[in-house]
């Protein structure tokens, strides 16, 4: 798991500050869409070949002062994530186009952001990076956002403690590193109820999608 999991809530970001960490979080997405094949991100950001696959920061940064100026790899397109029914990048679709739980019943409980699916799997060529989470259910009625590879028991791959965020007027926040999920891998983005409501929680992880350009999506 990372250690470096902490939430910045955006009335404590500049626009320069999100647009930058965002830019960073599709660096990052990009980088991985290289490793993983989707696309042809060398012919897009000529240079990037001769920094060695290891040196993960180098690529990142380079990718990054070649996209910030606004110009995208034509070989990568990127959204959102689409969870709905028979508009899905999942192999299995969700009971619902919105990100929601299933009702909150038990104090302590994980449950899952997509609904209907506690273990999602990524369609091949779509690969995503979570990078921010906001809650638009009051009271908060969640405590952690945990981040698993390998399914709804799997291992850890990073937690954020949501209730560093309770007292602010917006729960909106940016985390303090992306999450990435490649193609075909199977994962699970959980929250732990703090109150045993009976209601679905509405918590919308945020989200860049890749996948290669011209695919068909709904």
């Keep these: 798991m990372s250690q470096r999991n902490y939430l910045v809530n955006v009335a404590d970001l500049s626009l320069s500050d999100k647009r930058e960490?965002?830019?960073?979080?599709?660096?990052?997405?990009?980088?991985?869409?290289?490793v993983k094949g989707i696309g042809n991100l060398h012919a897009d950001i000529p240079g990037l070949e001769g920094?060695?696959?290891g040196a993960f920061s180098r690529r990142v940064q380079f990718i990054y002062d070649n996209i910030k100026g606004g110009k995208f790899p034509e070989s990568i397109d990127q959204r959102e994530l689409v969870t709905g029914p028979?508009?899905?990048d999942f192999v299995a679709a969700t009971a619902l186009d919105t990100m929601v739980t299933a009702p909150l019943a038990v104090i302590g409980q994980p449950y899952s952001c997509f609904q209907g699916v506690a273990a999602p799997q990524l369609l091949i060529n779509r690969l995503v990076v979570f990078w921010g989470v906001a809650v638009n259910t009051v009271p908060l009625p969640v405590s952690w956002l945990i981040f698993r590879t390998g399914g709804a028991l799997g291992n850890v791959e990073a937690m954020f403690n949501l209730q560093t965020q309770e007292t602010r007027?917006?729960?909106d926040?940016?985390?303090?590193?992306?999450?990435?999920?490649?193609?075909?891998?199977?994962?699970?983005?959980?929250?732990?109820?703090?109150?045993a409501t009976g209601?679905?929680?509405q918590?919308?992880?945020?989200?860049?999608?890749?996948?290669?350009?011209?695919?068909?999506?709904?």
Excluded: W
């Design 203 to 218: 918590v919308h992880v945020h989200n860049f999608l890749f996948g290669p350009a011209g695919q068909t999506v709904l």
């Design 199 to 201: 209601a679905a929680a």
């Design 51 to 53: 920094i060695p696959s």
């Design 173 to 195: 926040a940016f985390m303090s590193e992306p999450v990435v999920y490649d193609p075909q891998e199977v994962f699970a983005v959980q929250v732990l109820a703090s109150i």
């Design 21 to 34: 960490y965002k830019m960073r979080a599709l660096a990052a997405g990009l980088e991985r869409c290289e």
């Design 86 to 88: 028979a508009r899905t």
């Design 169 to 171: 007027l917006e729960f």
